[in-house]
Structures are given as structure tokens and as C-alpha cells.
């Protein structure tokens, strides 16, 4: 069955360091997948998306790779700081019922700590 | 242009009553999506809706949960003769036909069933 994993422990790090976060999937043959970022009490927002044929993205402080042969996406956030603690979720697109349908993965909590 | 709209942000009913929950997607956008959050969990699809149309509805219960997303109009959760199981974050996403993949969420309606 096809699944999504992020580490559902949550991630502490120290203020100004590289926060990785990870995602893995099994039997998803993907065209594209998203971050996407959700603070408590809010809904998801929207960070960045990369296509199987790119290896890697940008955007600020952010970076995505996305490995198909490893079925592996990491998400980097460089000289990180205590305003990016939120939960991270990762989200695939896969065929069901007959459409492209983009399912979530549970997230990762990041704390950065001061 | 103004965000994903949903309301009311916080519902109280008593068990056994019936709960609206509306979303008006952004401009532009004719695709609706329904998730359901309880707390520390991950997002739970339950129902993706085009103009006038159910596309996929395998993720909601097939008792007492509709959906619908009529021409004119917001689109519309509602759970009947609701249950204290039933307390949750309901979330709703839009997307644009073209592409459709990267999803905008509301703020959410907390419900919370007495």
C-alpha cells in the first residue's frame, strides 16, 4: 500500500543551525512533491514544490531534494531561527479513484531553541 | 485577493445536532478539498469536491458526513446528529483548475461537541 513517512518525533535544534527534515515513501511514483509548513491552530501553508526531473530547490533559506530512486525527500532550513518552529508535512501526488491525488504525510515538529 | 475562507472558527453543539461547517475558496479556485485534524495528529482527507460535484468522497464517513459544493455559493460540510467523536479541526483547501496541485487551506472551524 502506498505510504508516506516523516518522523513523527519532533526535531530540537539550536537557533541558527541546519534543521533536515525527512520524508520517505513507498510505492508512489510521484511527479511532484510539496512542503508545506503548519503553525498551531492554523492551517497549512504552501513552501515549495519540486518535480521528479529536479533534484533540487530553493527558495531563501529553504532547500529541497527530492532522490526518486531513494523514494526520499529532505527539507533544509539553513541559520534556522526560534520563528521557524512549526510542524513541517511533506505531501505526494499519486493516482486514486481515477485523479491525481495529493495526500499528506503527518509532519515533524520542528523546535528551534534559542 | 482574499485567502481561503472558513466559518464560523469555532462551532459548540450538543450531541445530536447538526453542525454546517462552510469554506469559500479563493477566487478562481474550483476545487475544494475537506480535511480533518484532531490534535497532534496528522491531516485526515475526507472529501474533494469540483463545482456541483463529488469527485472523491472515500475519506468520510458514509453516515451522518455530506459534502457539497453547489455553482454559486460556499461549499458546505455537514454532520448530522453529531457525536462527541466528532470534535475535531475541519480544514478546508482550494485549488486552482490549472494547475491543481498546490493546495490553500483556511484558518479551519474547530468544532467541539458537548
Known amino acids: 500500500s502506498q505510504k508516506i513517512e516523516q518522523n513523527s518525533e519532533a526535531l530540537n535544534i539550536q537557533e541558527g543551525k541546519t534543521a533536515t527534515l525527512t520524508c520517505n515513501y513507498t510505492?508512489?511514483?510521484?511527479?511532484?512533491l510539496q512542503w508545506y509548513r503548519q503553525d498551531p491552530g492554523r492551517g497549512p501553508v504552501f513552501l515549495l514544490l519540486?518535480?521528479?526531473?529536479?533534484k533540487e530547490k530553493r527558495k531563501e533559506r529553504l532547500k529541497v531534494t527530492f532522490d526518486t530512486t531513494l523514494k526520499q525527500s529532505l527539507f533544509h532550513i539553513t541559520a534556522s531561527q526560534p520563528a521557524d518552529s512549526a510542524t513541517y508535512l511533506c505531501?505526494?501526488?499519486?493516482?486514486?479513484?481515477?485523479?491525481?491525488?495529493?495526500?499528506f504525510g503527518t509532519g515533524t515538529k520542528l523546535q528551534v531553541i534559542p | 485577493n482574499a485567502g481561503v475562507m472558513q466559518n464560523p472558527r469555532h462551532l459548540v453543539r450538543r450531541r445530536g445536532q447538526e453542525a454546517r461547517l462552510r469554506c469559500s475558496p479563493m477566487?478562481?479556485?474550483?476545487?475544494v478539498y475537506w480535511y480533518r485534524q484532531l490534535p497532534e495528529e496528522g491531516l485526515k482527507f475526507m472529501v474533494y469536491?469540483?463545482?456541483?460535484?463529488?469527485?472523491?468522497e472515500s475519506g468520510m464517513p458514509k453516515e451522518r458526513f455530506s459534502a457539497e459544493f453547489p455553482k454559486e455559493g460556499p461549499s458546505i460540510l455537514r454532520i448530522q446528529q453529531v457525536v462527541r467523536g466528532d470534535s475535531a479541526a475541519y480544514f478546508c483547501?482550494?485549488?486552482?483548475?490549472?494547475?491543481?496541485?498546490?493546495?490553500?487551506f483556511g484558518a479551519g472551524t474547530r468544532l467541539s461537541v458537548l
Open positions: 469536491l469540483q463545482k456541483e460535484n463529488i469527485i472523491d
Open positions: 505531501a505526494l501526488e499519486g493516482t486514486s479513484g481515477g485523479y491525481q491525488k495529493v495526500t
Open positions: 519540486i518535480r521528479e526531473n529536479e
Open positions: 477566487k478562481g479556485h474550483s476545487h
Open positions: 510505492n508512489y511514483s510521484p511527479a511532484y
Open positions: 483547501a482550494s485549488s486552482p483548475p490549472n494547475p491543481k496541485n498546490i493546495q490553500y
